[in-house]
Structures are given as C-alpha cells and as structure tokens.
C-alpha cells in the first residue's frame, strides 16, 4: 500500500475494478442528451452505453413500500405531478412523467435492466432501510451495491439489517473522524470499522472537504475516498492527481475523455 493507493478493501464492490471508479451520478444528469432525465432507465442506459459500469441512484419508498431510484422527496421539481413520494401508492407514482415522458423506475426495475451495473446507492427515506436490505438479500446482491446516507439513524440501522456484508459509505460524523483525527485507523476504530468509503464533495463552502491529507489518512486505513458531484475537467484533474478513488459526475462525457487522455478509461472508446 502506498499513499496514494489503498489496498484491498475486503469487498468486492470496490475491489473488482481498477481505480479510479467512474460514477455515473443520478445516470449522468446534465449530459446535454439527458437534461431533465435524471435518475430515469434511458439516463442509466445511457451511461452504460458509454462504459459507465458503476451507477449512482437515490431511493425513496412509497407508501406501499415500493423501492424508487428517486432522488427529491417530493415529486414537484423533476415531473408533471407535485406532491410526496412517502404519501403516494405505487400505482399513483407509475402514472408520473419525468421530462414528460419517462416514468419513474423502481430499484428492482433498475437491476433488471442493467444486470452488470454496480449501484451506488443513497438512502434517502427510512422506510427505504428495510426494503432495500430485504431486496439486497433475496437477490444476493450484496457485491453489487455501496449503501450510504447522510443519515446516521439510517445506515446504522441498514448495517445491521445487513450484517456488514453490504460495503457502505460514511456518515457525515464518520467522515469528520477521518476529517479531523491524525490517525486514519485511529477515525477506523471509533467508527467501529464500518466505513468501506468516504464519499465527500471536493469543498464545502469555503472549506476543503477532500484534502491530501484525507485521502492519506484514508488510504492508510484501507479505505476509498470519492468525491461527488464533479463536473468541471479542471477539477477532476486537481481530484485525480490528489489520489483520489472514484469519481461521481453529472456530466458522464466530460469525465470519461477526462479518463481516456490520462489512460484511465477502463470502458469503451
């Protein structure tokens, strides 16, 4: 291990391919082709065809318990309906238009279609905690998915629905650990060793989230950094030079030439 390399992180999800892993962030958002597209089938597609292999998605539960790659809590910004994800039925949600015109995907849905993909995914319901970890478990995909949350009630309580074999992201308190002590495995040892990743933005505000010595710290403690939401060339090159993991963009064209010029493009050209 050096420092700018982790070793192996006991999971195949992160282990499986070589880094830098390239997120395609809500199926690449503002791609010029995908504008209003957001986390809709024809948006992930989309990013597959162009070698996308890890793909990063939202899900939301409806009142009836049916898992949406979704990411806003009500439905008012992206369709042609407004109102709550959490108060709607299914059957209410399949008749919603994003763009209008695509239908908004369930999780199951997703897998299907893209039965090769890695999701990352982010918990944004708590309702969605259990129906994830069962859907993860009947379908034994638990080196397919990363599971976050900007929740720490959220993924605690999926990390023990799971076991640990589902890897997960760090809580925004996990991450000032790592942030914040001198030791990376020091931050690993009170975090329990339940962190797999740290997935931050590159700043916040007028601080410096993804630092050198972030990435040290985490490297040193077998963990990946990744930085979300990148869409500027300059910056993924900064990012990337920083020793960085993965990066999650919007802009899914941009990023790949970026990895294509620096021979790190591990898709199609």
Known sequence: MTDSTPGPTGYAYLDAARRPLAFAHRGGATHPELVGLENTLTAFRHAAALGYVYLETDVHATRDGV????????????????GGVV???????????????????TLEELFDALPHARFNIDLKSAAAVPLLARLIEERQAHDQVLVGSFSH???NRFRRLTGGRVPTSAAPLEVLAFRCLPSGRLA???????VAALQVPHRRGPVTVTTRGLVHRAHRAGKHVHSWTVDDPDEMIVLLDRGVDGLMTDRTDILRDVLVQRGQWEGPR
């Open 67 to 82: 898992l949406l790659a979704f990411h806003d809590a009500v439905l008012d910004r992206v369709s042609d309906t407004s």
């Open 87 to 105: 108060d709607a039925t299914y059957d209410e949600i399949s008749r919603v238009r994003i763009g209008g015109r695509e239908r908004i995907p």
């Open 153 to 155: 009630r959220r993924i």
């Open 188 to 194: 690993d040892l009170l975090t329990r060793r339940r």
